[in-house]
């Protein structure tokens, strides 16, 4: 059932301040509500969480207690993701970290236009990428995205903001960043994108 776009922010809204109070840092609507579709089929809430046990706790608390049903994709009651309906909107829930933030923004908006066909050639051979549980390595070294534009630099585009983007725009022009400019986790700093 797809709802008004307007309905599913007040719906998520509703959800965040009622039953995610003192459990996140920071906490965003991603997918077809920034991309601004009119019709909305779920939500996606992409958390970077104060605790990521306590928060998934919470959600666990709510779903025993009846505040929130299991949608049918119970498989992705995982331990850094929940989908639930709460009252008639389908909401995905996606943990995040300082250093794939950017990814999780990135790609849980811009799976709808494309972005699988932007991480297929970032991530195919010869590529030195790959992608493993929702993060971008290199080798060994987990690339830090800490923003979406973090990300658009490491696909070699130019950011485009999500009421723009289109399927279209991630069918040419993938170029990888190169390796040796790329940033990493551990002992670098974020991809910087003071450029923008």
């Excluded at 007040?10 to 301040?17: A, C, D, K, L, S």
């Amino acid at each position: 059932m797809k709802i008004s776009r307007q309905k599913a922010i007040e719906i998520g809204m509703r959800f965040i301040t009622t039953h995610l109070a003192n459990t996140y840092e920071e906490i965003q609507m991603a997918g077809l509500v920034r991309l601004e579709k009119k019709a909305i089929s779920h939500l996606d809430l992409i958390v970077l969480p104060t605790d990521a046990a306590t928060f998934l706790a919470r959600t666990d608390i709510l779903f025993i207690r009846g505040d929130v049903r299991q949608s049918q994709y119970a498989a992705y009651w995982t331990s850094v993701r929940r989908f639930i309906i709460y009252e008639e909107l389908h909401i995905d829930i996606h943990l995040a970290d300082k250093h794939n933030w950017g990814f999780k923004m990135w790609y849980h908006t811009d799976r709808y236009v494309g972005a699988d066909s932007a991480l297929r050639t970032l991530t195919v051979p010869p590529s030195p990428y790959t992608l493993l549980n929702d993060n971008i390595f290199m080798g060994d070294k987990k690339v830090s995205i800490p923003d979406e534009r973090a990300m658009f630099v490491l696909i070699g585009k130019q950011y485009m903001f999500p009421r723009n983007r289109m399927m279209t725009d991630y069918d040419t022009g993938i170029i990888p960043m190169s390796p040796e400019t790329a940033v990493y986790v551990e002992n670098t700093v974020p991809v910087q994108t003071s450029m923008f």
